[in-house]
């Protein structure tokens, strides 16, 4: 199971952090991604990490303001999320999957290719 938190409502420039917490499996067996969905919008995804956070893969609109990070420790990846933007405003979801075989950021940033799914968690930017 997966448990996202730490949403809520801030101001544009403000920053919060995101975690998505796991149980029942270890964590470091899976890659982990964070989507978003927005009112009427497709979902779409912000990043993705490897099983060992060697590697991270970021979409162009948040690349530079957000940093996904994991601590296989605790079984929680989180999501570092600066400088918000009103559009960024979205419900947020992690993902997880094993993801054995994907080698391109095509397959990584594809939420059909993740099995696992938290419930997500709100965030809400004003302008």
């Known amino acids: 199971q997966l448990q996202a938190s730490g949403g809520g409502l801030v101001q544009a420039g403000d920053s919060l952090r995101l975690s998505c917490a796991a149980s029942?499996?270890?964590?470091?067996?899976?890659?982990t991604g964070w989507f978003r969905q927005a009112p009427g919008k497709e979902r779409e995804f912000v990043a993705a990490?490897?099983?060992?956070?060697?590697?991270?893969y970021y979409a162009d609109s948040v690349k530079g303001r957000f940093t996904i990070s994991r601590d296989n420790a605790k079984n929680t990846v989180y999501l570092q999320m600066n400088s918000l933007k009103p559009e960024d405003t979205a419900v947020y979801y992690c993902?997880?999957?094993?993801?054995?075989?994907?080698?391109?950021?095509?397959?990584?940033?594809?939420?059909?290719?993740?099995?696992?799914w938290g419930q997500g968690t709100q965030v809400t930017v004003s302008s």
């Open positions: 029942g499996r270890p964590f470091s067996n899976y890659y």
């Open positions: 993902a997880a999957d094993v993801l054995n075989y994907c080698a391109t950021y095509g397959c990584y940033s594809s939420g059909d290719k993740y099995h696992y």
């Open positions: 990490i490897s099983r060992s956070g060697g590697s991270t």
